[in-house]
T-cell receptor, first 113, second 110 residues
Framework: DGGITQSPKYLFRKEGQNVTLSCEQN?????MYWYRQDPGQGLRLIYY???????QKGDIAEGYSVSREKKESFPLTVTSAQKNPTAFYLC????????????FGPGTRLTVT | GIQVEQSPPDLILQEGANSTLRCNFS?????LQWFHQNPWGQLINLFY???GTKQNGRLSATTVATERYSLLYISSSQTTDSGVYFC????????????FGTGTRLQVTL
């Protein structure tokens, strides 16, 4: 099955710890994205990557970091610098950056206490 | 940047009823997508519709790009249609960023 996988589904961490969220796609898409969703809100863009070894900040990049070493993988690290890390995190991909339809993974719910 | 507004914010329907959800956007777009977020959080692609009309079963969507709005029609609603419906748009001439509305929360009751 082609698609986007995110792991884990639920993640719990103590304040002050960095945590890495996984996103993998086997759709052969060039572009990948990370969004954050807070309760009752829409999605906000954290980072995006158009090609391997390249990525750009979105609207709310502070406290987050990413890497894109492989086409199919785009992990997101939530660092201790992120002031309100508890949220629902969604990864997406599209065929190319200019190919407009984005497809989403199932998401990871991160709780930091 | 582009602004995306959805209405109504909440909608309760009885099973079998029809509904129309609206999405207004502030600038010209080259991407307009409708999503359904199910109770587990998964975003399901419904339509990619920067202009024109599309239909898929009981769902259809129309985007009037010149007037900067899109409509999602749900006919003969079912309880499985419950969830949050998001509209997302990308401003024409810009790269990558989809701007999401705050969604319409739909509850379909028996």
């Amino acid at each position: 099955d082609g698609g986007i996988t995110q792991s884990p589904k639920y993640l719990f961490r103590k304040e002050g710890q960095n945590v890495t969220l996984s996103c993998e796609q086997n759709l052969n898409h060039d572009a990948m994205y990370w969004y954050r969703q807070d309760p009752g809100q829409g999605l906000r863009l954290i980072y995006y990557s158009q090609i391997v070894n390249d990525f750009q900040k979105g609207d709310i990049a502070e406290g987050y970091s990413v890497s894109r070493e492989k086409k199919e993988s785009f992990p997101l690290t939530v660092t201790s610098a992120q002031k309100n890390p508890t949220a629902f995190y969604l990864c997406a991909s599209s065929l190319t950056e200019s190919s407009y339809e984005q497809y989403f993974g199932p998401g990871t719910r991160l709780t930091v206490t | 940047g582009i602004q995306v507004e959805q209405s109504p914010p909440d909608l309760i329907l009885q099973e079998g009823a029809n509904s129309t959800l609206r999405c207004n956007f502030s600038d010209s777009v080259n991407n307009l997508q409708w999503f359904h977020q199910n109770p587990w959080g998964q975003l399901i692609n419904l339509f990619y519709i920067p202009s024109g009309t599309k239909q898929n079963g009981r769902l259809s969507a129309t985007t009037v790009a010149t007037e900067r709005y899109s409509l999602l029609y749900i006919s003969s609603s079912q309880t499985t249609d419950s969830g949050v419906y998001f509209c997302a748009a990308r401003e024409a001439g810009t790269a990558s960023k989809l701007t999401f509305g705050t969604g319409t929360r739909l509850q379909v009751t028996l």
